[in-house]
């Protein structure tokens, strides 16, 4: 993911209407009248699913009510494939690549529908033995680039797939994972679960590739030609589905920009790529001078690693190039370097190369051991 927001599109708060994903029409995404009435993480709904290719397997979909960045309730969902044939098998939670703000995007959808790139993915847990949850962790509006919520919607769906009692999961071991946008995501389940969910047990939490500091990513964009500025413009709009009242983007949008919008309000990743790589924000945006909004700036620091306080206290192993120019280094070494001064017992790859998705390749295999090492209960390697 290159999760870069346009920060370029931000300006001082006025009225916003920001424009939402067409609501799934399945009644199962709908969330019932008393959802504010139940605890976060608590189950709403469960159904069986065909799994399609995913031989060998057996789907079921989850509904719980989640948080948002507000505090407010909404519901979350996430999908399970389970390893036929095998009982109480340890968990992964994979938050997959989304990079997206249609919700035909999302994991629950994408799984099937061939959006979701890194699906293939999801058969190596199952090679395994093991169970794999896959939430939708940007939310009901498909809130991309709101990295503290899909922290919260990650926890939320381990607690809520943990209470269903045909799937056997209450007990076994559980690992977080994810790579780049979804690596941001399992990042933040970690550092937020000690406050949010600190009943919720689990193994380890596996990250790569994460985008540690928006505001950072945000000014390097700017206004200029970027091969990732779909990605980056879709954060943004992602950000204003999430903050409203903060980032009223659209609000500073020019008749080009408004029109990119609506164009892109539904799309996946390989589109907003594609449409976006002829683009840019000067383009877009009503004027220049929009990259002073105190606001913005809260907005992007909340939901960057690098300036939040929580600290991890389960096994956690991070993976980052040195020279990534879509997701920084700096600031990934940056939390490293807190989190163990903190105590937390980390370990940190970093990888001598540049090019992002390269990186997610190079990693994986130390990664996957990291989680199989942790599920035999190998002792921790040397950390920090």
């Given amino acids: 993911m290159l999760c870069t927001v346009s920060v370029c599109l931000l300006a001082s708060p006025v009225s916003a209407q920001p424009l939402y994903p067409t609501p799934d029409p399945d009644p199962f995404y709908h969330p019932p009248a008393e959802l504010a009435e139940l605890k976060p993480g608590q189950v709403v709904r469960v159904r069986t699913i065909d799994t399609g290719l995913y031989v ?18 909404i519901m979350g969902v996430t999908t399970v494939l389970m390893p036929r044939g095998v009982k109480n098998p340890p968990l992964v939670s994979y938050q ?6 249609g919700s035909q995007c999302n994991p629950s959808r994408s799984l099937f529908n061939g959006e979701l790139q890194d699906a293939v993915g999801a058969m190596l847990p199952i090679g395994r033995g093991w169970a794999i949850s896959l939430p939708d962790y940007l939310g009901p509006h498909v809130a991309y680039g709101a990295a503290k919520l899909s922290g919260m919607v990650t926890l939320d769906s381990v607690r809520a797939v943990r209470q269903v009692a045909e799937l056997g999961l209450a007990e076994v071991p559980a690992v977080l994972a994810g790579y780049s946008g979804g690596g941001m995501a399992t990042a933040w389940a970690g550092a937020l679960q000690p406050t949010y969910a600190p009943e919720l047990r689990l193994t380890a939490v596996v990250a790569g590739g994460i985008p540690a500091d928006l505001k950072e990513m945000a000014f390097a964009l ?20 999430e903050y409203p009242d903060r980032l009223p ?6 008749e080009n920009g408004l029109w990119f919008r ?15 790589i002829t683009r840019n924000a000067e383009q877009l945006a009503a004027s220049k001078d929009m990259m ?6 809260a907005v992007l620091r909340e939901n960057s690693l690098r300036f939040h306080d929580g600290v991890p206290t389960v096994p956690t192993f991070l993976w980052q190039g040195r020279f990534d120019t879509m997701t920084f280094f700096g600031p990934v070494q940056e939390v490293v370097n807190r989190w163990c001064a903190a105590g937390a017992p980390i ?8 090019e992002h998705l390269t990186t997610a390749v190079v990693g994986f295999p130390d990664a996957w051991a990291y989680v199989e090492a942790r599920f035999r209960g190998d002792p921790l390697p040397a950390t920090c």
Avoid: W
Avoid at 292 to 297: F, I, Q
Avoid at 347 to 354: L, V
């Fill in 347 to 354: 370990t940190f790859h970093p990888y001598d190369i540049a």
């Fill in 249 to 254: 983007i659209s609000d500073q949008l020019n």
């Fill in 292 to 297: 002073n909004s105190p606001e913005a700036h």
């Fill in 96 to 101: 997959a690549l989304v990079n997206s703000l």
């Fill in 262 to 276: 609506d164009f892109t309000k539904d799309a996946c990743r390989r589109f907003l790529l594609f449409h976006g």
């Fill in 222 to 241: 700017g206004f200029d030609p970027h091969p990732g500025f779909g990605l980056a413009f879709a954060a943004a709009m992602g950000l204003e589905r």
């Fill in 56 to 73: 060998g397997t057996d789907g079921y979909q989850v509904a719980f009510r989640s948080t948002n960045s507000g505090g407010h309730p």
